[in-house]
């Protein structure tokens, strides 16, 4: 079972750069989400999609832009790289069905971006 | 707007022993899920337990509980007969359905796990 599956794994970028990170789930779930996690601040949500075709900002979206372009698909731009955008960023799936739910969110195994 | 507060940033325990991993929280909203999260050193995120705010009973999964405490807004993380293998980090999330973000989780800043042989 793939699950969530992250692109590239590791990446190196000179500051100005522009890069594209691809995740892809195969559960069939509705939401899809992007964090980066920074050392000793846990994980902070970028962007997420609550289904197809539609994307909202989550509490640290600048410098960043997603398209969810199918159900399956969802990536991240960064179109203008600044060492602070340096981190580890993990997409994620949710089945959820709107509303109250405990579905937990499924991971990808992340992706290590160093901004030079 | 939503919190997500772990005070240990590092915690030791005996193999075989139990440990206690603090979670408090804030909302004033009356439905809302905690969730548990271990990251090992290779890094993947693991879901370990789900709480939810109206469930009458503290979540149990094998050897992970929670232990909700509702009015004291904590849910801490119990794990029962400590094996090497849990040394991680162990992340406590808050999903509040009413808030701006309906389906985001808030995480907290994480627990360092340390199993001693």
């Known amino acids: 079972n793939a699950g969530v599956t992250q692109t590239p794994k590791f990446q190196v970028l000179k500051t100005g750069q522009s890069m594209t990170l691809q995740c892809a789930q195969d559960?069939?779930?509705?939401?899809m989400y992007w964090y980066r996690q920074d050392p000793g601040m846990g994980l902070r949500l970028i962007y997420y999609?609550?289904?197809?075709?539609?994307?909202d900002k989550g509490e640290v979206p600048n410098g960043y832009n997603v398209s969810r372009l199918n159900k399956r698909e969802f990536s991240l731009r960064l179109e203008s790289a600044a060492p602070s955008q340096t981190s580890v960023y993990f997409c994620?799936?949710?089945?959820?069905?709107?509303?109250?739910?405990?579905?937990?969110?499924?991971f990808g195994d992340g992706t290590r971006l160093s901004i030079l | 707007a939503q919190k997500i507060t772990q005070t240990q940033p590092g915690m030791f325990v005996q193999e075989k022993e139990a440990v206690t991993l603090d979670c408090t929280y804030d909302?004033?909203?009356?439905?809302?899920?905690l969730f548990w999260y271990k990251q090992p050193s290779s890094g993947e995120m693991i879901f370990l337990i789900y709480?939810?705010?109206?469930?009458?009973q503290n979540a149990t999964e094998g050897r992970y509980s929670l232990n909700f405490q509702k009015a004291r807004k904590s849910a801490n993380l119990v794990i029962s007969a400590s094996q090497l293998g849990d040394s991680a980090m162990y992340f406590c999330?808050?999903?509040?359905?009413?808030?701006?973000?309906?389906?985001?989780?808030?995480f907290g800043s994480g627990t360092q796990l340390t199993v001693l042989p």
């Open positions: 909302t004033s909203d009356p439905s809302y899920g």
């Open positions: 994620a799936s949710n089945l959820d069905s709107g509303g109250y739910s405990n579905q937990p969110q499924h």
């Open positions: 559960m069939n779930h509705n939401s």
């Open positions: 709480q939810g705010s109206y469930d009458q």
């Open positions: 999609s609550a289904s197809e075709g539609t994307t």
């Open positions: 999330a808050m999903r509040d359905p009413f808030s701006g973000s309906a389906r985001q989780l808030t």
